[in-house]
């Protein structure tokens, strides 16, 4: 019985750890002679009886279930944390600055051998960085920040002057919060729901629906924003990151050394949590720990898109249910 290098025990989003191996993720059941990790249950692989059973040190698999065959690779389902891996100080916000930003991280990859190929990035609607990402990593899917979504459109809610209405008129409330909700539904059936949230609009609200489907609803612009069956809908991990920072500047306007320094000692404590992380020592307090509301929130999304999938709740209905979510302007 030889150990093996691809166990790995990974923080989860309860504060304990999940066992992550061959690229799928165990959670402990019973720890005796010998640990028993069962699989991480994805929604639709229910019946997916895979198991492990390892040493008490985990360093050794002792015997296993076999998974279903269409049961999925997927080591993010065991992570609970995210952590900073680049630091950039930019003078500008154009094309040219994101370019030369992301060269340089794909020619830091390859001399670290790392294939840099996400599937997936979130950031916010910024002109210069969406086709900046796309000229770098045209195999990446480009998600928009679904919180800035629903900002912009709050926006101008108020530039149209419905913000008092929005808080008074229940009618006018339901269906600003529905059509910020359209973001789940299958891409090929938005039109559809914008266009049933639509029907007897007048005046400014009706304007509100023109600026929408202007602005949002071009063949480019809507995959930006939909986050159906999305896992990860915001970048507010980083926007938590950058508040935790400021707070530790203690102070506006840093000199550029004192921020060089703050950075430092920044990557000092993500260093040795990694450290803890990759060796099975990290403590609950130094973990994330997914928040309560977010949890339910993001159980009740996946529970309401598997009934409008199914048939058992009707558009306007999945709709009605998903506008609770929705954030509220700030």
Request: hydrophobic share 40%; net charge positive.
């Amino acid at each position: 019985m030889a150990d093996v290098p691809d166990l790995r025990l990974v923080p989860n989003c309860c504060g304990g750890m999940s066992l992550v191996y061959e690229g799928r993720a165990y959670k402990l059941k019973r720890a005796g002679k010998q640990k028993y990790w069962k699989f991480i249950l994805v929604q639709d692989k229910k019946g997916c009886g895979g198991a492990i059973w390892t040493n008490l040190d985990v360093t050794s698999v002792i015997k296993q279930n076999d998974h279903i065959e269409s049961c999925p690779v997927d080591e993010h389902l065991a992570a609970g944390k995210l952590v900073p891996a680049v630091y950039c100080l930019c003078t500008g916000k154009d094309i040219g600055t994101y370019g030369y930003i992301f060269q340089a991280l794909i020619d830091k990859a390859a001399v670290l051998e790392v294939d840099l190929n996400p599937d997936t990035i979130i950031c916010d609607f910024e002109t210069a960085l969406i086709p900046a990402i796309r000229g770098y990593f045209p195999n990446t899917r480009v998600q928009g920040c679904y919180f800035h979504f629903c900002q912009a459109v709050h926006r101008k809610v108020g530039e149209l002057g419905l913000k008092t209405r929005y808080r008074q008129h229940e009618e006018t409330r339901r269906k600003i919060r529905m059509l910020l909700a359209t973001a789940f539904l299958p891409v090929p059936h938005v039109n559809t729901g914008v266009s049933l949230l639509e029907a007897g609009t007048t005046g400014t609200l009706a304007a509100l629906f023109q600026y929408f489907r202007q602005e949002w609803m071009t063949d480019e612009r809507l995959p930006l924003w939909n986050v159906h069956n999305a896992n990860v809908r915001t970048n507010n991990h980083l926007e938590g990151w950058h508040n935790r920072l400021n707070r530790k500047a203690a102070k506006s306007h840093n000199g550029l050394f004192e921020l060089l320094q703050l950075l430092i000692a920044e990557q000092g404590v993500m260093d040795t949590l990694i450290q803890q992380v990759l060796s099975g020592n990290a403590t609950v307090g130094d973990l994330r720990r997914v928040n309560k509301v977010y949890a339910e929130k993001q159980q009740r999304v996946a529970q309401y898109t598997g009934e409008y999938t199914n048939g058992s709740r009707t558009l306007e209905q999945f709709l009605e249910a998903l506008m609770y979510i929705t954030p509220e302007p700030i």
